[in-house]
Antibody
Framework: EVQLVESGGGLVQPGGSLRVSCAAS????????MVWFRQTPGRGLEWVGN????????NYVDSVRGRFTISRDNARTSVFLQMNSLRAEDTAIYYC????????????WGQGTMVTVSS | QTVVTQEPSLTVSPGGTVTLTCASS?????????PNWFQQKPGQAPRALIY???KKHSWTPVRFSGSLLGGKAALTLSGVQPEDEAEYYC???????????FGGGTKVTVL
């Protein structure tokens, strides 16, 4: 059974940093792209970025490029989202998801972790 | 800035058929946008329904189908069930920028 479990969310001050993690199980992690999405009541769902199976390629939405970094540890079957210079508008539920093998999109999603940026 | 547009809300009767659409501000949506569709119910994470325009996941009910219609991606629900009441989101791939963009979502009410 595919499982994705996010952790590390919480309250952080504007300008601060936070790293959220996603522990994966139930599939061959090292062969899948992994994706981060986020969701806010006001702005709906947003694709944040993704990372290639071997970690050699990463893509980001413009609003986080240069501030957020996606990484992965295939030995620990985990993917990470390092968020720096956080802003109030980064407040959201952050979801990790699995990319679709040999195709485009996302299939399995985690339950999400809440990140609140506020003083 | 690329904008993906969906109908804000649609209402359908039980057993009826409804089609949701997904348009891109850049022009006609083609298979190269690899449209994905997701269903989300209150308090839950989104659930994938359709990928690459019309491909179904193993758990996708038969009554859900994806297509291209009039320059847009489309999701058709046939024989709607009460449990289909939910928010539906489309997701499009923009290969030149290697980014993905969601639509604003369609709230489907079964009434």
């Amino acid at each position: 059974e595919v499982q994705l479990v996010e952790s590390g969310g919480g309250l952080v001050q504007p300008g601060g940093s936070l790293r959220v993690s996603c522990a994966a199980s139930g599939f061959i992690f090292s062969t899948y792209w992994m994706v981060w999405f986020r969701q806010t009541p006001g702005r709906g769902l947003e694709w944040v970025g993704n990372i290639k199976p071997d970690g050699s390629e990463k893509n980001y939405v413009d609003s986080v490029r240069g501030r957020f970094t996606i990484s992965r540890d295939n030995a620990r079957t985990s993917v990470f989202l390092q968020m720096n210079s956080l802003r109030a508008e980064d407040t959201a539920i952050y979801y990790c998801a699995r990319g679709i093998y040999a195709d485009y999109g996302a299939d399995f999603w985690g339950q999400g972790t809440m990140v609140t940026v506020s003083s | 800035q690329t904008v993906v547009t969906q109908e804000p809300s649609l209402t359908v009767s039980p057993g009826g058929t409804v089609t949701l659409t997904c348009a891109s501000s850049t022009g006609a949506v083609t298979s190269s946008y690899y449209p994905n569709w997701f269903q989300q119910k209150p308090g839950q994470a989104p659930r994938a329904l359709i990928y690459s325009t019309s491909k179904k996941h193993s758990w996708t009910p038969v009554r859900f189908s994806g297509s291209l219609l009039g320059g847009k991606a489309a999701l058709t629900l046939s024989g709607v069930q009460p449990e289909d009441e939910a928010e539906y989101y489309c997701l499009l791939y923009y290969g030149s920028a290697q980014t993905w963009v969601f639509g604003g979502g369609t709230k489907v009410t079964v009434l």
